[in-house]
């Protein structure tokens, strides 16, 4: 599976922005498909995740409220929602699958990685 992520961008704080990241390949109802971000000299943290049989939608305490996971199984393609932004936002965001797992939020569990595209939130 090969996964491109898109839609990253400049915009400034209290703004929005819509991530997509589209698959090469029917991704299974057991998969899961989340993004990741990752700041400059920090670790890679966990967003957002959602699986495709419904096992559900899981945030960051930090972005919960504000951003939302969506999924097109159609078009083989999730979406990130980015509303109301804060300059902490400003990351590489990533998309990532792999089959679900409790272990939702490692980035260790995932074998599929997307290029990551760059938000930055101006204040």
């Known amino acids: 599976v090969q996964l491109q992520a898109s839609g990253g961008g400049l915009v400034q704080a209290g703004g929005s922005l819509r991530l997509a990241c589209a698959a090469s390949a029917r991704t299974y109802d057991a998969f899961s498909m989340g993004w990741f971000r990752q700041a400059p000299e920090k670790e890679r943290e966990f967003v957002a995740v959602?699986?495709?049989?419904?096992?559900?939608?899981y945030y960051a305490d930090s972005v919960k409220g504000r951003f939302t996971i969506s999924g097109d199984n159609a078009k083989n393609t999730v979406y990130l929602q980015m509303n109301n932004l804060k300059p902490e936002d400003t990351a590489v965001y990533y998309c990532a699958a792999d089959r679900w797992g409790t272990d939702y939020s490692s980035p260790m569990k995932y074998n599929f990685w997307g290029q990551g595209t760059l938000v930055t939130v101006s204040s």
């Open positions: 959602m699986s495709w049989n419904g096992d559900g939608t």
